[in-house]
Nanobody, 123 residues
């Protein structure tokens, strides 16, 4: 069983930055593909970014490419999402996800999910 806990959400003005963190309670964290998804009010949950178990491969949604950076520290069981140049349309609940499978953007492929952290970007 993998437990994921997100932190770092909050309220920020447009153009600002936030850094989300996700800590995993599992011994074999380095075996897991990690990802971030988000769900805006009234919308379906969507893919944001993913990182392979080694950190050597990353994928980003087109909407965040160039603004967001996903990274991981396997020694600390930690994955982070650095969000820069935030826009009001980035407002959403952000979820951390994990799976033993290969890197993918498909949310159905991720077996483990955190409870989410709220990000609000004001204009």
């Amino acid at each position: 069983q993998v437990q994921l806990v997100e932190s770092g959400g909050g309220l920020v003005q447009a153009g600002g930055s936030l850094r989300l963190s996700c800590t995993a309670s599992v011994r074999t964290f380095s075996s897991y593909t990690m990802a971030w998804f988000r769900q805006a009010p009234g919308k379906e949950r969507e893919f944001v970014a993913a990182i392979s178990w080694s950190g050597s491969r990353t994928y980003y949604a087109d909407s965040v490419k160039g603004r967001f950076t996903i990274s991981r520290d396997n020694a600390k069981n930690l994955v982070t999402l650095q969000m820069n140049s935030l826009k009001p349309q980035d407002t959403a609940d952000y979820y951390c996800a994990a799976d033993l499978g290969g890197i993918t953007t498909r949310q159905l492929s991720y077996a483990y999910w955190g409870q989410g952290t709220q990000v609000t970007v004001s204009s």
